[in-house]
């Protein structure tokens, strides 16, 4: 099967998360020469296959495709059937043909090209999990988990996101900003608004305080990230009434955060802030910061075969997150590179057809790099 005709049968799957909805065994299928195994906890399923080539031992190179295949509901509105995986002209439609499908299939249709190995030698290796649309819990942070108690854990690893702006190749992901949520809770005393003196009310208390919270910088960034900025989402408190003070205030934010700052340097701030009102602090991050380095074996040999391929790369933090993140928190160098991220989560979700071949043709020729740079 090419690359197109392997989308189209992944894209037929309904595999919202945490389904895999059978696509674990039709991969399995089309690499018969992988060693396959499968991790399921919770409900998540994870499926690690690897092939060896030459004395791959502990210290071989270890390359690794990673994504996931679960997606998110298709909600209503779609000109074509969201689960068909329909060409029409130049795209193939369909949940998931962006996010991450295609790259799935560009990932898979290149290792099973036997061309691509010739002067390979170690290990290559693709992680799939059905659960990074969810919490993301269960998925691939466990099989690395089973990866590295077996040391086994790859040396470098891509992982096909949706990176590109225009065109496949021409901005990778070296890293993501973090993201920690927040809420603040100021106490007061209801009241009525003619007997100010009996009442305590929160918003005076939070109000001279705003300026140094509502879009304040709390580090400086540098080339590869953003300033890290607390973002107001959603202040409320009252009984939506003219003549009644509040007695509680609730204000809630988010800050996407660079590797400067971290959950604890926010509290500090923030306490700091709020030390002198009556207050409760609550944060959460639900994804932390990474940098894999730019000059990392993985993103020079990314970067060197898109610039022969015609693409000057942006080298790029920005957007949500992936599981990229837990790759780096296992100390491997991973690099994000896939096709456009224009219609993802969107109704009539579609990817060029090109974009697909083309993307094919970057991953083998990177593994090709791998292989002629040992």
């Not at 290792?111 to 290559?124: A, H, P, Q, V």
């Not at 030390?275 to 380095?293: C, G």
Request: net charge negative; with cysteine.
């Amino acid at each position: 099967m090419n690359a197109i005709e392997i989308l189209q049968m992944l894209v037929r799957k309904e595999s919202i998360t945490p389904n895999e909805s059978g696509i674990f065994a039709d991969i399995r299928a089309l690499l018969p020469e992988f060693t396959f195994e499968t991790l399921e906890k919770n409900g998540v399923h994870n499926l690690f296959g690897y092939r060896d080539f030459g004395n791959a031992g502990a210290d071989s190179l270890h390359l690794c495709f990673a994504g996931h295949v679960d997606v998110v509901s298709a909600g209503s509105g779609w000109s074509v059937a969201p689960f068909s995986g329909v060409q029409s002209g130049d795209f193939v439609y369909g949940r998931g043909t962006q996010d991450m499908k295609g790259g799935v299939a560009a990932f898979v249709a290149a290792l099973g090209d036997e061309s691509n190995f010739r002067d390979f030698k170690g290990r290559i290796s693709l992680l799939l999990t059905s659960d990074e649309e969810g919490d993301a819990i269960y998925g691939t942070q466990e099989m690395l988990k089973n990866l590295k108690a077996r040391d086994m854990l790859p040396h470098y690893a891509i992982v096909a996101e949706p990176t590109a702006e225009k065109w496949v190749g021409d901005t990778i992901k070296i890293g993501r900003r973090g993201s920690i949520n927040g809420i603040v809770r100021i106490k007061g005393v209801q009241g009525h608004v003619a007997y100010p003196s009996k009442c305590d009310n929160p918003v005076d208390k939070i109000a001279p305080l705003l300026p140094k919270i509502a879009g304040v910088e709390l580090d400086s960034g540098d080339s590869h990230f953003e300033p890290s900025r607390i973002v107001i989402t959603d202040i409320r408190g009252g009984l939506e009434a003219v003549n009644i003070t509040p007695s509680e205030l609730k204000l809630m934010f988010n800050v996407r955060n660079s590797t400067k700052t971290t959950k604890e340097s926010l509290r500090n701030y923030l306490e700091d802030v709020l030390a002198d009102v009556p207050h409760e602090l609550e944060l959460k991050a639900s994804s932390f910061a990474f940098l894999t380095k730019p000059d990392s074996r993985v993103i020079q040999i990314m970067r060197d075969v898109l610039q022969q391929r015609g693409c000057a790369p942006t080298l790029s933090t920005g957007g949500g997150t992936s599981d990229a993140k837990y790759f780096a928190a296992f100390g491997v160098d991973v690099v994000e590179c896939g096709v456009c991220n224009d219609r993802i989560h969107a109704v009539d979700e579609r990817v060029h057809v090109r974009e697909i071949e083309e993307l094919v043709a970057i991953f083998a020729q990177v593994i090709r790099a791998f292989g002629s740079a040992q």
